[in-house]
């Protein structure tokens, strides 16, 4: 199968067929509207591909998520969360060597520009963190020029994932009226993280390992997953030549949204009112099926997956696992399983294929770590951010980038005669 027949009207085109490692199949039809002036329509993008890439495998039906051709289930296992970015951008997992490399220029520029932490003192308390994470990473270009060598462009990544950690403690830190706490050279990212967030001046903070594991495990999960929402924005953002920084701010924007990252805080959100609702399931389950009431349920569903989400399996098994280690009984754990339960016997959800997405145990994790429910998505984007990056050195490294640019069907007027002010209907 070499090409596909596109008939419309009098007029055949060929477009040819591409077949990806993993047997993948799409046609090309970037000569379509040149040949016969039509062009396609896909609103969500469901059916078309984007660009080609060799960074994240999913296959939605048997619930495969691979990065560079490891199993998550494996990295979750084996792997730290430096490791798998190395893995993501660079393409190879690090040796000994790179590793240690990688985490010494990371550790090198956590702090961040003095001057910086005036933006964070121009904020509401109440500022949701990701918006503030989002523009203080935008402000990132400001100070930090974007060069276009690979050596300037590899400092400006280093710098990201170094400070990103740092943005993410102090707009938490800024929330609750406490001081910055200062990264440490001394831990692994996650257990700086963990530093930045809970330790004050006045005490000694020790490290959980467990919940150190634990948090470097979640950020793995979320590391990457191929063209979703959030990482088409920092690629089409990319697209147009924009710096580093621009494009993963508009990613994180994205990110906050709830149908995407945003959903771990709505399903928490979600689990308390059902539990002050008396855990009445069959009541959710009934309004999330009525399509004239706008509840969904929250983390469930998923637009490629349709069996299970590799990542809310480990997830929910970590939370199991982690929650009886630290002696925590979090009634929203059960609630979740039960709802989890009976929904997934209901028809409705069967048919379309709607499962715990990664979103729908992830929040009882961070609540056991101590983690407020208004940084979950803030957690989410730690995570994601290798991913973002290495798919903008992908896009920007690819011979075959154009600017992104869709086209559209007009729906509007046809042309209309301009009527002067005054001369318009309904008007004085
Ligand atoms: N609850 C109830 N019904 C749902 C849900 C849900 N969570 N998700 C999808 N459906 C229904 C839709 O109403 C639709 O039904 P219909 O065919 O009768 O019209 C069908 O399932 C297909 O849903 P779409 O919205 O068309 O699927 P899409 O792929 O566009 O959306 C999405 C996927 C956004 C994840 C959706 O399932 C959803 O809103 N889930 C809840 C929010 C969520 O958990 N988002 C996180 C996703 S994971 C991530 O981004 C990290």
């Known amino acids: 199968m070499d090409t596909a027949r596109i008939s419309i009207q009098d007029q055949e085109v060929d477009c040819p067929v591409t077949v ?10 970037s000569k379509l509207r040149n040949t016969t002036g039509a062009i396609t329509l896909d609103p969500g993008y469901a ?15 048997k619930g495969i998520l691979r990065y560079r051709g490891y199993s998550i289930e494996d990295l979750a296992e084996h792997s730290s969360f430096l490791d798998v970015a190395y893995l993501l951008i660079y393409g190879e997992l690090p040796t000994r060597d790179e590793l240690d490399a990688f985490n010494l220029e990371i550790t090198r520029h956590s702090l961040l520009h003095e001057d910086m932490k005036k933006f964070f003192e121009g904020y509401p308390a109440s500022a949701p963190p990701m918006s503030v994470l989002s523009t203080i990473v935008s402000s990132l270009s400001a100070y930090y020029p974007s060069g276009n060598s690979d050596e300037e462009v590899n400092l400006n990544i280093i710098r990201l994932i170094a400070k990103l950690n740092t943005i993410a403690a102090f707009s938490y830190k800024k929330s609750i009226g406490q001081p910055y706490i200062y990264p440490r050279n001394d831990l692994s990212y996650a257990a700086d993280f963990l530093h930045m967030m809970f330790a004050v001046p006045s005490e000694e903070y020790e490290v959980n390992d467990l919940i150190v594991r634990t948090l470097d495990m979640l950020l793995i999960l979320h590391a990457d997953h191929e063209q979703n929402c959030s990482t088409s924005t920092v690629r089409m953002v990319g697209s147009s030549g924009a710096d580093l920084f621009s494009s993963i701010s508009a990613g994180i924007g994205a990110l906050s949204g709830p149908l995407h990252g945003g959903a771990n805080t ?34 469930f569903g998923h637009r490629v997956y349709k069996n299970f989400d590799p990542r809310a399996r480990v997830i929910k098994k970590t939370a199991d696992e982690v929650l009886g280690q630290l002696g925590i009984d979090d009634p929203l754990l059960d609630l979740a399983k039960q709802l989890e ?3 997934l016997e209901d028809d409705y959800f069967r048919e379309r294929g709607l499962y715990p997405n990664v979103d729908f145990y992830s929040g009882i994790l961070y609540r ?7 940084m979950f998505t803030v957690m989410f984007a730690l995570g994601r951010l290798p991913g973002w990056i290495a798919q903008w050195v992908e896009m920007k490294n690819d011979p075959k980038t154009r600017i992104n640019r869709p086209r559209q069907v007009y729906t509007g007027y046809n042309h209309r005669e301009y009527i002067q002010i005054g001369r318009r209907a ?3």
């Not at 990806?20 to 039809?29: L, Q």
């Not at 399931?281 to 706008?294: E, I, L, S, T």
């Not at 056991?368 to 208004?374: E, F, L, S, V, Y």
């Open 47 to 61: 059916n078309t591909g984007s660009c080609e890439s060799g960074i994240t495998f999913i296959d939605g039906e």
């Open 426 to 428: 309904n008007q004085n």
């Open 341 to 343: 339960r009976i929904a």
């Open 20 to 29: 990806g490692t993993e047997d993948e199949v799409a046609f090309d039809i």
């Open 266 to 299: 709505e399903v928490i959100n979600m689990l308390e009112m059902i539990r002050q609702d008396g855990s009445n399931f069959q009541k959710y389950v009934a309004k999330a099926k009525d399509k004239n009431d706008p509840f969904r349920l929250m983390g």
């Open 368 to 374: 056991a770590m101590g983690i407020p429910t208004n």
